[in-house]
C-alpha cells in the first residue's frame, strides 16, 4: 500500500509518546526519520512545537521549520504519487489550535514560498 497524504502532529501530542510519525522536524529545520513507517496509508510528521499555546506558534525558529516541511511534503508527494496538498491534521487538538496552517503553502509548481 502506498501513502495517500500527510498527516501533521505537534510533539506534545500524547499519541506520539515516542513513536508515532515517520520523520520528526525540529525547531531549527532538522529533519529525524523514523526507522520504520508508522501507517501505510498516510505519512506522519512530527513538528517540534507546542502549537496549542499562541506564543509557540510565534516562535522565531518557525520560518526554517515550515521551509523544511514545505520541501519534505513535496518530496513524499513526488516519490509516491499523492497530491501535497493533502495534508490533514492528527485530530482535533493536535497539532494544536494555533498551529500557523495558512504558514503552510505547498506549491508544487515552484517549490519556493
Known sequence: MRPTG???HH??????NGKGY???ITRRGTIIPASEATDPAMIHICVEGDFSRPEEA?????EEQFFV???LVLR???TFGFDPNHSLSHSDVCPGSFFPWSELVISPKDGYH
Open 6 to 8: 500527510i498527516t501533521i
Open 11 to 16: 510533539s506534545v501530542c500524547s499519541a506520539i
Open 22 to 24: 515517520d520523520f520528526y
Open 58 to 62: 510565534m516562535a522565531g525558529l518557525m
Open 69 to 71: 516541511l514545505q520541501k
Open 76 to 78: 513524499l508527494a513526488e
